[in-house]
């Protein structure tokens, strides 16, 4: 069964900590992804990755960065957390289609991380 | 980016069909057209996909115009756990990201 795992369900964080997320999948895909929720927003794409150590920024990437040092791990970086991060954060990972790059992702259960 | 248009909310009876309309009246030639959706405290799921042709899987069939640019999601039987956000998407061929918008809000009554 397809599974990305993400560290916690839930987080509380200072302003100004430094935040890990974790996200891990085990279906040997290539590409992952992190995206944030928010209310009336919908989903927005922060950072993805399509290969180790390889890192392309999406639509909102400001006061975020991203590690891949293996195939299986995607961490999220919020290097000094802000009460605007407060969000849902979901990761999500697929394996390139033959044609269509964007084809079927499968997401984790998301993080939701509140910065007080 | 090409984008999409869908109703804000529908409601549905259990165990009859549901139709989700999808406007993507800018949509280009390689575009693909995604479904995906969204249980409540949950992450989305993949619905189904398609190019040009009608694609039907386990969960539901994809109703793309001849012209391309609307599609129809189709639920044949709706249940109580189809209860969800639908996200219609649109993605170019050779692009990994998908964009999703505000999605249709599906409530089912028992």
């Known amino acids: 069964d397809v599974k990305v795992t993400q560290s916690s369900r839930y987080l509380v964080k200072r302003t100004g900590e430094k935040v890990f997320l974790e996200c891990v999948q085990d279906m040997d895909h290539e590409n992952m992804f992190w995206y944030r929720q928010d209310p009336g927003l919908g989903l927005r794409l922060i950072y993805f990755s399509y290969d180790v150590k390889m890192k392309e920024k999406g639509d909102i990437p400001e006061g975020y960065s991203v590690s891949r040092e293996k195939k299986e791990r995607f961490s999220l970086i919020l290097e000094s957390a802000s009460t605007n991060q407060t969000s849902m954060y979901l990761c999500?990972?697929?394996?390139?289609?033959?044609?269509?790059?964007?084809?079927?992702?499968?997401f984790g259960p998301g993080t939701r991380l509140t910065v007080t | 980016d090409a984008k999409t248009t869908q109703p804000n909310s529908m409601e549905s009876n259990e165990e009859e069909p549901v139709h989700l309309p999808c406007n993507h009246s800018t949509i280009s030639g390689t575009d693909y057209i995604h479904w995906y959706r969204q249980l409540p405290s949950q992450g989305p799921e993949y619905v189904i996909h398609g190019l040009t042709s009608n694609v039907n899987n386990r969960m539901a069939s994809l109703a793309i115009a001849e012209d391309r640019k609307s599609s129809t999601l189709i639920l044949h039987r709706a249940t109580l756990r189809d209860a969800a956000v639908y996200y219609c998407i649109l993605s170019a061929s050779n692009d990994y990201k998908l964009s999703f918008g505000a999605g249709t809000t599906v409530t089912v009554r028992a």
């Open positions: 999500a990972s697929s394996s390139p289609g033959s044609y269509d790059r964007a084809y079927e992702q499968y």
